[in-house]
C-alpha cells in the first residue's frame, strides 16, 4: 500500500504542477482575448471614422472598397499589357539584330 501511495503522490504531484501551468496559460489567454477585444474596438472606431469622411464627400465605405477593387484589375490589366509591349519589343529587336536571317 505504501509504494501505490508514492506512486499515486507522485502522479498527485504532476497533476498539480500541469494544473499549475494550465493556469498559467489561462492567464496569458486572457491577456490576450483582453489584447484583441482593444484591437477589434479600435477597428470599428475606426471604420466608423471612414465612414464618416466618406460620407462627408458622398461616398461610403462599401464604394470606396468597390473602387479599389476595380482599381486591382485595371492594374493587372495594365501590367498585363505592359509584358506584351515588352515581349514584343524584345522580339523586335532580336529580329532586326539578325541580318543574316539566320536565327544564331
Known sequence: VIV????LGKTINKLKDQANL??????ELGE???G???EV?????????LDIITRKQGSNCDEIIS?????KEILKK???YLRQ????????????????????
Not at 22 to 27: I, N, P
Not at 41 to 48: D, R
Open 41 to 49: 474596438n479600435t477597428m470599428k472606431e475606426a471604420g466608423v471614422a
Open 22 to 27: 494550465l493556469r498559467g496559460e489561462v492567464g
Open 67 to 71: 473602387l479599389l477593387r476595380e482599381n
Open 85 to 104: 509591349v515588352a515581349i514584343a519589343d524584345i522580339t523586335e529587336i532580336i529580329l532586326e539584330s539578325d541580318r543574316d536571317g539566320s536565327f544564331t
Open 4 to 7: 501505490k501511495q508514492g506512486g
Open 36 to 38: 484583441l477585444v482593444a
Open 32 to 34: 490576450n482575448v483582453d
Open 78 to 80: 495594365q501590367k498585363s
